[in-house]
């Protein structure tokens, strides 16, 4: 949808700064003055990047003359200064764009009243008012009335204010999420910044899975290949290059490698136009919001039928003349009582149907859903997780597998060389370069040095070096900086021709490059070991000597296996030499010429270390013990991975590892789909995985019935997230393609927080389930006590404003309470919760019922031996009556209050445990507590209510007290293994149909 409505506003955008503009591709640049201390202006660069002028860029004299007037250096970038930055900003703009306000207050109040129950009784107030003070006097006339007016007032002003709360809190989770970081080269080095403080005149290294991050011209690419669906709907891949050097803000980097040269940000880029215009709030429902509504249906279509047939009931009473005054007179006497007297009786009877329509509508359960998602979503940003879809929330609890990288996930991805091998001799101190000749060094620090997209630079200090790039990379880098290796020499003496950029399906990357004084062409490669060796002829031992191969392969075949056990990653560099004739001169042919990968000869093989990260072991014992299987799949080799396996507990023992519970990517793939099957089911370790294993296991897995979350960092890795049931990316090392395609980002890669994001998708559905329970408790209480007293009596013990006030405590303010309780371990100590369990569990149906009886027995007690048993006979019927009726008011609070308590442990005896720990829950409950003595004490006037003894006050405590004992008590009461709610599963399904319908 936004990609749609994007595309209108885009061809609305251009045919109108059509006709603002008259540039014609191949047009002279009209002379406009130059930009401050620039040499261009805004316009100027507005112009050339925004239409793609060509003509315009080479009249420029290109991305090297654009950077000239924009004082910018084009291999070390703009001055890291803070006046200069600011200068750029105030001359071009800043890389922000404004968004659409969210819904104000007002729209919130706006919606709340809108429920057809709220505005009935809003009638019903104002009716009842209009009666009150016609046949009472204004003094007292506006009791009722205005009562019930102030009461759904706060209803309504509790629900909008809670919606906003949670709308602010969606808002701010957003922003967070569209602040993506980028590294640009500034003062010569390479450093990570917010895409919000990208400038005009920035020089920003791309590779894949980056998303461009402002409006500009390549200045040098390699195989660079764009993704700009996101801008034209089109999702051809689009190559760049000197003929097509244009780079659009918001489109991903599909292939290659390159740099860029910033020329437009912000406001001042159609993608800042475009994001300007376009309200990210989606309005998402997820399945469990669905549900819930599903279920609230239900409930509404049981509580109007219900509120119908005591709205019969108590209108035929009244007109039969069985209806009584608390004094005991007739309500009603044909012929006698006026008119008046009988609108404001029927007014009477009306508001009190409606008012049951109003309780039993559960208005809380999609507020309780919103409230748990808003709050579990702030408390997973501080647990390093940052929820881009809201469905991944509640799906993350019924995760039943988790098939998780391992570099930087399972490890600490801080990677050091901690043995080399150069030819077939083992270096004693693999940092000591003298014992390499000269040829080798040469040879391996023209590969390091050029066969990289990382760099080597000087710390800002100017004391140190610093190395950039990915973990492998930098950790090779700074193995050949301290052999000897001087980066920026070595870069100098030779020209790159060709590169074939490393990606995680070939696993290799290589360069031609050319010495500047030399004919000869060399071609480096670097990758995994085993494939860079099955690809070599020779080898250079230590003394620059080259010898054939074969007799030494076995033992550096061997070399490579003992490295993987002790889980290193292991690399190989190699190369080999061409003449120029054989390197097509042609720019096209050139771009399309494949590297020779065979003949190579190998120079050396490095053990990396990548050591396991602390509580790792804990965490995989944690899913392990609550029935969630942990499985790696990785690209390393099949022992490095079985090693780090053994390390992190995903493996028990070597000796127990049984048949296919450890497999490479290429046997899996080439199973059949019905031994695939029986494979994944045993399956913990695939190494040597490419992409398309990853994606075929956790198609094979959900073909199984699992509910699989993945974990991946890769611009390949986007399939295998995008089809899991939750993505979950990394935050560090993850591309923009891999977070786009995923649910959550793990903001710190870390294992341990894959975990925590487990720990609240099940919190999320355990908070639902209490507020379920709690909520109908509550209504099967109020409904049935108020049906069988309307049946019997003529007239209900709850009135109006005193079931207002319920509803605020069970929707409103229980929602808060149950809602923001925080996970605990005994979530995870029992099973995922499957993707098609009721709602209502058997646990929740037996204390549900419980509860509900109890409370129901101890009111209809209250209500037909109320009077006897406060011995209250004698007393005037009407002073009897509303102390009979305030004790149940006050009881069935109280009732309320213990039941929310007992709703926080459903299946647990000690109901305290951890109360201390949700402070929100116990401010509800006090406040509830507070209001309510407030409402009997002070407010008696407006709720229908007397001042009562402290001794009914503890009788109200007491009996409220009892039904904590009582349900720990059912709590020891099995339950059976059949679901006990399968009609009324059915029934609110169909609701769902019929409503989606």
């Not at 059509?18 to 130059?34: D, N, S, W």
């Not at 506006?142 to 949670?166: C, E, M, N, P």
Request: net charge neutral; aromatic share 6%; charged share 20%.
């Amino acid at each position: 949808m936004i990609r749609a409505h994007a595309q209108v506003i885009r061809a609305a955008l251009l045919f109108k700064l059509a006709g603002q503009r008259a540039i014609v591709l191949g047009t002279e640049v009209a002379p406009l003055p130059p930009s401050g201390d620039y040499g261009i202006s805004l316009e100027q660069l507005a112009s050339v990047t925004r239409d793609h002028n060509l003509s315009a860029l080479q009249q420029y004299g290109g991305a090297k003359g654009l950077s000239e007037k924009l004082k910018t250096d084009i291999d070390s970038g703009i001055v890291d200064d803070d006046d200069e930055l600011s200068k750029r900003k105030n001359v071009f703009g800043a890389n922000t764009y404004p968004m659409k306000k969210g819904r104000s207050y007002l729209r919130f109040l706006w919606e709340a009243w809108q429920d057809l129950t709220l505005i009935i009784l809003i009638v019903a107030a104002v009716l009842s008012l209009a009666l009150g003070i016609h046949t009472k006097g204004l003094k007292e006339g506006w009791y009722d009335g205005g009562s019930i007016t102030f009461a759904v007032l706060l209803v309504i002003f509790v629900t909008a204010t809670s919606d906003y709360r949670q709308s602010l809190r969606f808002q701010n989770l957003n922003e967070e999420k569209r602040n993506i970081q980028i590294e640009v080269i500034r003062d010569g080095r390479r450093e990570k910044i917010s895409i919000y403080e990208i400038v005009v005149g920035d020089v920003v290294p791309l590779r894949i899975g980056d998303q461009v991050p402002a409006d500009g011209v390549l200045i040098s690419g390699h195989s660079l290949a764009i993704d700009e669906s996101s801008m034209t709907g089109e999702s051809k891949i689009v190559n760049k290059n000197q003929k097509a050097p244009f780079l659009m803000a918001g489109c991903k980097v599909a292939d290659g490698a390159g740099t860029m040269l910033v020329t437009g940000v912000g406001i001042n880029t159609e993608w800042g136009l475009l994001m300007a215009s376009i309200s990210e709030d989606s309005g998402e429902e997820t399945p469990l919001q669905v549900r819930l509504n599903g279920v609230a249906t239900f409930i509404g279509i049981v509580g109007l039928v219900v509120a119908l047939f005591v709205l019969i009931v108590l209108i035929c009473r009244f007109f039969t003349g069985n209806s009584k005054n608390p004094d005991g007179t007739t309500q009603f006497v044909r012929g006698q009582t006026s008119v008046s007297k009988t609108m404001d009786g029927v007014v009477h009877i009306i508001t009190a149907a409606v008012t049951i329509v109003v309780v039993a509508v559960p208005e809380g359960l999609p507020l309780a859903v919103t409230l748990t998602l808003a709050y579990s979503m702030k408390k997973m940003m501080a647990d390093k997780a940052l929820v881009r879809r809201l469905s991944a929330c509640e799906t993350m609890g019924s995760a039943t597998t988790i098939c998780s990288d391992k570099t930087g996930t399972l490890t600490l991805n801080q990677m050091t060389v901690v043995e080399a091998y150069i030819g077939e001799k083992k270096l004693d101190s693999p940092e000591d370069g003298s014992q390499l000749h000269s040829a080798v060094s040469s040879l391996l620090d023209e590969g390091i040095t050029q066969n990289t997209s990382g760099s080597v630079f000087t710390s800002k200090d100017g004391k140190g070096i610093e190395v950039s790039g990915s973990p492998t990379e930098e950790a090779i880098l700074s193995w050949g900086v301290k052999i000897g290796m001087k980066f920026d020499v070595v870069r100098s003496e030779s020209i790159v021709l060709h590169v074939s950029p490393f990606n995680s399906t070939k696993k290799r990357g290589g360069v031609a490059i050319r010495k500047q004084s030399g004919s000869r062409i060399h071609i480096h490669w670097k990758g995994a070991a085993e494939i860079i060796l099955a690809s070599c002829t020779g080898y250079l031992d230590s003394n620059g000597c080259l010898h054939s191969i074969e007799r030494e392969k076995d033992f550096l075949k061997g070399a490579i296996e003992d490295m993987a056990a002790k889980s290193l990653r292991c690399v190989a560099i190699a190369y080999q030499t061409c003449n120029v004739d054989e390197v097509p001169t042609d720019e096209e042919q050139l771009a399309q010429w494949a590297l020779p990968e065979d003949d190579l000869i190998l120079l050396a093989i490095l053990g990396i270390k990548d050591p396991c990260r602390p509580g790792v072991k804990d965490a995989v014992r944690q899913c392990t013990d609550s029935g969630v299987k942990v499985r790696m799949v990785t690209g390393d080799n099949i022992q490095t991975a079985r090693a780090i396996a053994l390390e992190c507990g995903i493996l028990t023992s070597n000796t127990e590892v049984t048949e296919f519970e450890v497999i490479d990517g290429k046997t899996f793939r080439e199973l059949s789909e019905k031994e695939r099957e029986q494979v994944a089911k045993r399956m913990s370790v695939m190494g040597r995985s490419s992409p398309s294993d990853k994606l075929l296991l956790v198609q094979t897995l959900r073909k199984l019935g699992e509910v699989v979350a993945v974990t991946g960092d890769g611009t390949n890795d986007a399939p295998a997230l995008h089809e899991a049931d939750i993505g979950l990316s990394m935050g560090i090392q993850g591309t923009e393609v891999a977070k786009e395609s995923s649910d959550i980002i793990i903001l710190d890669d870390n294992f341990a927080s894959v975990v925590k994001v487990v720990r609240w998708g099940r919190s999320v559905y355990a908070n639902i389930q209490k507020f379920i329970q709690f909520q109908l408790t509550v209504n099967v209480a109020a409904l049935v006590i108020n049906v069988v007293a309307a049946v019997s009596s003529g007239d209900v013990p709850l009135n109006t404003v005193q079931l207002l006030w319920i509803n605020l405590i069970m929707d409103t303010l229980g929602a808060l309470a149950l809602a923001t309780e925080p996970p605990t371990d005994h979530l995870m100590h029992r099973p995922p919760v499957g993707r098609r369990e009721p709602l209502v569990t058997n646990i929740m149906w037996r204390n549900l019922l419980i509860q509900a009886l109890y409370q129901i027995g101890i009111l209809l007690v209250l209500n037909f031996q109320g009077k006897s048993i406060l011995s209250l006979e004698q007393d005037d019927p009407k002073h009897a009556n509303m102390v009979k009726n305030t004790l149940i008011f006050n009881t069935f609070v109280f009732c309320q209050i213990f039941n929310e308590v007992n709703a926080r442990k459903p299946d647990e005896i000690n109901v305290f445990t951890g109360v201390t720990k949700n402070p929100l829950f116990t401010g509800v409950v006090g406040t509830t507590l507070i209001l309510q003595i407030i409402i009997i004490e002070f407010l008696g006037k407006f709720t229908s209510t007397v001042r009562v003894s402290w001794k009914l006050w503890l009788v109200s405590l007491a009996i409220g007290i009892i039904s904590w004992p009582l349900a720990a008590a059912g709590k020891l009461i099995p339950v059976p293994k059949t679901p006990l709610g399968k009609v009324f599963i059915k029934s609110y399904q169909r609701c769902i149909a019929a409503r989606n319908a």
